[in-house]
């Protein structure tokens, strides 16, 4: 094998390691952390809501205390420019949340809110849960329709 190849075989090698470093970008890792921290509470609420779960008023409280506090973690450093989904693998974010950052923030503040009517309400019994879980649901959609890509 001559120089010029081995050096373009070890090119072609690098080309397919560096997606794989990109996975491994921390503020994609800890953002997608926190949204597995909203499921693991919001869906246990939503367990109840469904029915699959029984109501335990310590539990959805506890719950809704939880999501509260994780909608309240600043993320200021966890959407860097350049860790969209067209610029790099292992990421659902959309580029357009960057040209509309304006509208990405006002969906995400209308999470906190709906999570602070959520706790307000989560222990007073399921229909009082109920009732404030469909905004908070909601707010969740609101922003993954437009600015998550599709699962797959
Ligand atoms: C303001 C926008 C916004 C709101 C509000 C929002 N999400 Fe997301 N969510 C995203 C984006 C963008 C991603 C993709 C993040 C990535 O892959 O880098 C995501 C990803 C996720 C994921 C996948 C995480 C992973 O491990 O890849 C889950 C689960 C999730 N969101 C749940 C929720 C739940 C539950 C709520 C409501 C309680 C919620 N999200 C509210 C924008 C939002």
Not at 43 to 53: D, E, F, I, S
Not at 104 to 127: P, R, S
């Amino acid at each position: 094998m001559t120089f010029t190849r081995i050096l373009g075989t070890f090119a072609l090698g690098a080309a397919l390691a560096f997606p794989a470093l990109a996975d491994e970008n921390p503020a994609v890792a800890a953002r997608q952390g926190q949204f597995q921290l909203f499921v693991h509470n919001f869906g246990a609420l939503g367990g109840m809501v469904q029915g699959r779960m029984e109501y335990d008023a310590a539990l959805a409280q506890t719950a809704a205390d939880n999501l509260f506090h994780v909608t309240r973690h600043d993320q200021s450093r966890l959407w860097p420019d350049g860790t969209d989904s067209m610029s790099i693998d292992g990421t659902r974010a959309k580029p357009e949340i960057w040209d509309n950052l304006d509208d990405f923030v006002t969906k995400f503040v209308a999470l906190q809110q709906a999570a602070e009517n959520l706790q307000a309400v989560a222990g007073d019994g399921l229909d009082a849960m109920r009732a404030a879980f469909g905004p908070t649901a909601g707010a969740c959609q609101a922003c993954h329709q437009v600015y998550r890509e599709e699962a797959g």
